[in-house]
């Protein structure tokens, strides 16, 4: 049967990755995260001091060095779950704190950053059988993606799950930072000029704010078994 390409897209912590990851197992797809490829060229930035605090970014020499910016996945053998790796060294923990959250929307509204993300993304989804997560995927990326997503839930949910999640890491974060770091992240990410976050016209809308995990598995779930069958 011919493999498909399945795009998600939608707001700052809705639970896209965890429900991609899912869907992607449950059917045999492989599954890319494409805002841990904007994370990890925010890292880069940090480590080389190409970014400042306040998000200034030297963006001439951050373009000069994007040739050796080299993002992938490799997956890990306990977690079953592809890790991040910069460079050659896995990253998949150093970007994942707020600090690499507060940065990554000015790091990911530059044209030539977006450029190169989205060649990488479109060279991994070539023979189909992906399901990837973001904000551009059913639009810029794969705009002939067979199934689109778009997926959202109210502010104050989507902070206490991120709040929920940082915790569990042993991390000590504030609700209202994570909730003010949400809405920022959206109005970048929302108003940016190189591909912004919008739903595309063909996608299918997910609020998720009263779902459980497992409702909102089967209704993917359906619509990936309503797609194949046409
Ligand atoms: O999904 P995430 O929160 O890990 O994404 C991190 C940031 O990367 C997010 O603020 C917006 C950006 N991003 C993007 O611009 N385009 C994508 N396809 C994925 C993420």
């Given at each position: 049967m011919k493999k498909i390409t399945?795009?998600?897209?939608g707001h700052s912590s809705c639970g896209k990755s965890t429900m991609a990851k899912d869907l992607a197992r449950e059917i045999g797809y492989i599954y890319v995260d494409s805002g841990a490829m904007y994370r990890a060229c925010t890292l880069y930035a940090m480590q080389h001091e190409l970014i400042s605090a306040d998000g200034t970014v030297r963006t001439a020499e951050l373009e000069a060095q994007m040739p050796q910016v080299e993002v992938s996945f490799s997956l890990n053998p306990t977690s079953g779950q592809p890790d991040t790796y910069l460079n050659?060294?896995?990253v998949e923990a150093a970007i994942r704190t707020m600090e690499v959250s507060n940065l990554v929307s000015h790091v990911a509204a530059l044209p030539f950053v977006r450029e190169a993300m989205t060649r990488l993304q479109q060279q991994m989804g070539e023979a189909g059988?992906?399901?990837?997560?973001g904000r551009d995927i059913g639009t810029a990326v794969f705009p002939h993606?067979?199934?689109k997503f778009f997926v959202t839930a109210?502010?104050?949910?989507?902070?206490?799950r991120r709040f929920d999640e940082l915790k569990a890491k042993g991390q000590q974060p504030d609700f209202d930072a994570v909730l003010r770091n949400l809405r920022e992240r959206d109005h970048i990410?929302?108003?940016?000029?190189?591909n912004p976050l919008r739903q595309a016209d063909d996608a299918l809308v997910l609020d998720n704010s009263h779902m459980t995990k497992?409702?909102?598995?089967?209704?993917?779930l359906e619509r990936f078994k309503e797609r194949i069958a046409r």
């Open positions: 399945i795009a998600i897209d050659g060294e896995c059988g992906i399901v990837m997560d993606a067979e199934l109210s502010d104050e949910i989507r902070a206490q990410d929302s108003t940016r000029a190189v497992d409702e909102q598995r089967e209704w993917l």
